[in-house]
């Protein structure tokens, strides 16, 4: 993939008319598979997490809705 000539390789297709992407980020959020997950977090503070099946198509994982505007993300390990 060059600079110019740019793939689309995956599209949301959003049923947020108000609301915009905030935050993106990648990694291995359900700690179970190591595949790399995406969590996007919109303005309208909903997050939702995306994982993706052996032929590399999304499905939506996790949605929760915060009723605040999303400001950061970060991705961590938590353990005993």
Do not use: C
Not at 12 to 26: F, G, N
Not at 35 to 60: C, H, Q, R
């Amino acid at each position: 993939m060059q600079r110019d000539n740019p793939v689309l390789i995956w599209n949301i297709e959003s049923q947020k008319s108000d609301s915009a992407i905030s935050h993106i980020i990648a990694g291995n959020l359900n700690g179970i598979d190591g595949s790399t997950d995406i969590m996007i977090a919109w303005d309208d503070g909903s997050v939702e997490i995306y994982n993706f099946d052996s032929e590399n198509k999304p499905s939506l994982w996790y949605q929760i809705n915060f009723q605040e505007s999303i400001t950061g993300l970060g991705i961590g390990k938590i353990s005993n």
